[in-house]
């Protein structure tokens, strides 16, 4: 398949999953919106608004994490209930094309809240170059590591009733217990130590420290990166040699 | 000729299946190109397998296959641009127009937007569906589903072409508007690789066949190749009673209402139609049809689900 002819074929996918089905049912688009605000509303009222800025940096990391969780749903639906997938596979389309054609149609999805929550990132003050750098840098990583570990797990479920179940318990362990929408001091320091194994507390470390809600050193930002970049490649590889395209 | 698909003693167990029973076994087979191969058996005996491998949408455990001269294991890339497949319960978006599943699934291959389009237009009016082209697939019946997913794959630039079961919930006009279809592909020398339930399906539409039989390869051939290879090759209907001895000095005799239906060689067919006729009853004489064969061979009909006998390759 040629580049071009890859390129339209991930274009088509975003018009096939993305454009149409919100063209059918705009409702969609509230769906994403709706968690990441709710969030935002819960600290704000608790807070008396004094962390909100956090719950910002947050929303936007959970809207790019629930590109990964609505992934991992539309895989497996099309895969077990539609067979489309098989009707994929046995065509020129490459499975990264349709994994990355499939995650950009969500990333659509997710547009309204991303503009919401872009709105009151400027509110903030918080729009400098390199904090708006640091931020699409972060959020790419974290739509990326998602879409791969999306993809993976798709292939293991039988039942898109599997990936109900797994979706909260992916949400719970990636934005709410990780300090995604708090500074990480207000965790106890075991707990601290635990958030380290989540990629998302180096994202939104990162996205607290360029926007000034919290210290970040030179030293503390290079590590950060690193393990978010290494995370994120580690997935695509497991990706790569683990996700079933063909059957076994 | 040429051969489209091509196995040697392909194996296939699934991971974790009961025992390690094979799903299909030691099958060896050439699939000419430009025609259609029908792939006949019952449930479980091993067509999706067998099509699911081709399509290179399952490993194989064991033994080679080729399609279009490329290893499905090794070069499943090079087959992939030229192979096209409607699966078992496959359904279309639900959320797509009818236009816009052909007209997409053509984009998705790469073809660009106007041949896409042109494509579309073709198959839609092929397949009856140009009246329905603006309904949404979620309203569409069964039957219908299943025809916009045949004038999908029958759009596309694909030489070969899977129809996994393609015709399954059709009503009858819609089956054959479905085989024109298929007959107008096989003029484009297109190979069509179809598995069915429906033995008459497989009859008109297949220049040669296989019968599958728990997992196994049980005959191949011409629709004529089969008859030659069945005990009885002829069937003669006779209305009325005839003494039911002298029926089965000529062969396998079942009856039916009103009459009796007897499997017998040509000779003793024709010598025991001539002697009906001359007891002055009505009778039928012809070659046996596939469903006929495929009873005799197997021992159960195409949709018994209980497990058949072991039965010789």
Not at chain 1, 132 to 152: E, I, K, N, Q, R
Request: hydrophobic share 45%; glycine share 6%.
């Amino acid at each position: 398949m040629s580049e071009r002819n890859r390129l339209r074929s991930l274009l088509t996918l975003v018009q096939l999953n993305g454009l149409i089905p919100i063209r059918t049912q705009p409702l969609y688009l509230v769906n994403l919106v709706a968690s990441p605000l709710s969030f935002l509303f819960f600290i704000w009222i608790v807070s008396k608004g004094a962390d909100l800025a956090y719950g910002v940096v947050g929303g936007m990391v959970l809207t790019m994490l629930s590109v990964g969780t609505g992934l991992q749903s539309d895989l497996t639906h099309y895969r077990h209930d539609l067979k489309f997938q098989d009707i994929v596979v046995a065509s020129p389309v490459e499975a990264p094309v349709y994994v990355a054609g499939l995650a950009l149609s969500e990333l659509v999805y997710s547009l309204p809240a991303l503009a919401v929550f872009a709105i009151l990132f400027v509110y903030y003050g918080f729009a400098t170059v390199t904090s708006s750098v640091v931020l699409v840098g972060a959020l790419l990583l974290v739509w990326s590591f998602a879409t791969a570990f999306a993809f993976t797990l798709s292939t293991y479920f039988q039942d898109v009733r599997e990936t109900w179940m797994f979706s909260p318990i992916f949400s719970l362990v990636l934005t709410v217990l990780p300090p995604v929408y708090y500074p990480i001091g207000y965790l106890p320091g075991w707990a601290q130590i635990a958030a380290r194994f989540s990629p998302t507390t180096y994202a939104a470390e990162l996205v607290q420290g360029a926007v000034g809600l919290q210290p970040l050193t030179f030293s503390t930002a290079t590590i950060d990166w690193v393990v978010l970049v290494a995370f994120t490649a580690a997935l695509f590889v497991i990706a790569a040699f683990k996700a079933r395209w063909k059957d076994p | 000729m040429g051969y489209a698909i091509r196995t040697e003693h392909l194996r296939k167990v699934y991971p974790g299946s009961k025992g390690g029973s094979a799903a299909l076994e030691d099958l060896t087979l050439d699939i000419p190109d430009g025609r259609v191969y029908g792939v006949i058996g019952r449930n479980g005996a091993g067509k999706t397998t067998f099509v699911r491998i081709a399509a290179t949408q399952l490993e194989r455990t064991s033994g080679s296959a080729t399609v279009l001269g490329h290893d499905v294991a090794t070069e499943e890339r090079a087959i992939r641009t030229r192979i096209a497949c409607v699966p078992q319960e496959s359904r279309p978006l639900y959320f797509l127009n009818v236009e816009e599943v052909v007209y997409l699934y053509l984009k998705l291959r790469g073809l660009d937007p106007a041949e896409s389009r042109a494509r579309t237009r073709d198959a839609l009016d092929q397949l009856s569906l140009t009246e329905f082209r603006r309904r949404s697939v979620a309203r569409l019946s069964g039957g219908l589903r299943r025809r916009v997913l045949c004038a999908m794959v029958l759009a596309s630039d694909a030489e070969i072409l899977f129809l996994d079961e393609p015709t399954t919930g059709l009503d009858p006009i819609a089956r054959r508007e479905v085989w024109e279809a298929i007959r107008r592909a096989i003029r484009e020398r297109r190979t069509i690789l179809l598995t069915t339930h429906y033995l008459d399906e497989a009859e008109a539409l297949s220049t040669r066949l296989a019968l599958f039989e728990r997992g196994r390869l049980v005959l191949e051939g011409t629709p004529d190749d089969l008859r030659a290879r069945v005990r009885y090759p002829y069937r003669v209907t006779i209305f009325g009673a005839y003494p039911l001895e002298e029926l089965q000095s000529y062969g396998r005799v079942s009856p039916i209402e009103g009459g009796s239906l007897v499997f017998a060689r040509e000779n003793e067919s024709r010598e025991l139609a001539r002697m009906a006729l001359e007891k002055g009853l009505r009778v039928s004489l012809g070659p046996v049809s596939l469903e006929d064969i495929f009873l005799e061979v197997v021992g159960k009909a195409i949709d018994d689900e209980t497990p058949a006998p072991e039965v010789e390759a």
